[in-house]
């Protein structure tokens, strides 16, 4: 079956937009009606900048950040925001600060995990967490839950879409939100009205792309 015609969200810089397809999809217990691609954002530099600087002013001038925690695949732009708020910039709560780019393991029942040799940054350390989107609360959560296991300290959390404001008590920083997508949905599959209404899912769909149905 062949994805529905991709739809794109301009900006005013030429680098920044939101792209993917609207249809059924499957992300692991959650149904989906658009699929978001980040695929250019998490490997084209002047993408994974342009996302870093609409980021960075979130965080600039308030948050002390040690690590960033990339989560699906993000680690181009967790870079690039690093460089953004470690600027010599006298207003710059981050300037010149060392800090760490970290990706996450996964176990088999999708929990966070680290090894020995990466626990000390995460620590005693501040961190955030970067994710391509946050939209049910489970990334927020599951990130969260494994950082302080590890003994470290969430600081926020930012991504390229989300629909959620906040988690917890920090506001999501987030590119685009659901003012950009206004229709739309995420539910469970016992919930799903695309089921319900007999439409055949199109793809299933994770941190590494689409496989079409």
Do not use: W
Request: charged share 20%; with cysteine.
């Amino acid at each position: 079956m062949a994805l529905s015609e991709k739809f794109r969200i301009e900006t005013k810089s030429p680098y920044l937009y939101l792209t993917g397809y609207k249809g059924h999809f499957v992300a692991g217990r959650s149904h989906l009606n658009y699929y978001i691609d980040i695929t250019s954002q998490k490997s084209c530099l002047s993408e994974a900048r342009a996302v870093a600087q609409a980021i960075a002013p979130s965080y600039k001038l308030q948050t002390e950040i040690d690590t960033i925690l990339c989560l699906d695949g993000t680690e181009v732009i967790g870079t690039c925001l690093a460089r953004e708020l470690t600027r010599s910039d006298l207003a710059s709560i981050n300037a010149h600060r060392p800090i760490n780019i970290l990706a996450p393991e996964y176990t088999a029942s999708n929990q966070l995990m680290f090894r020995d040799n990466i626990v000390h940054m995460i620590a005693g350390k501040n961190v955030l967490v970067f994710a391509a989107s946050v939209v049910t609360g489970s990334t927020a959560q599951n990130a969260f839950e494994a950082i302080r296991y590890y003994s470290g300290t969430p600081v926020g959390i930012a991504s390229i879409f989300a629909t959620m404001k906040e988690y917890e008590d920090f506001q999501i920083a987030s590119v685009f939100n659901p003012h950009d997508l206004p229709d739309y949905e995420s539910h469970s599959a016992v919930d799903c009205p695309l089921c319900r209404r007999g439409e055949r899912i199109d793809a299933l769909i994770n941190s590494f792309g689409c496989s079409m149905l």
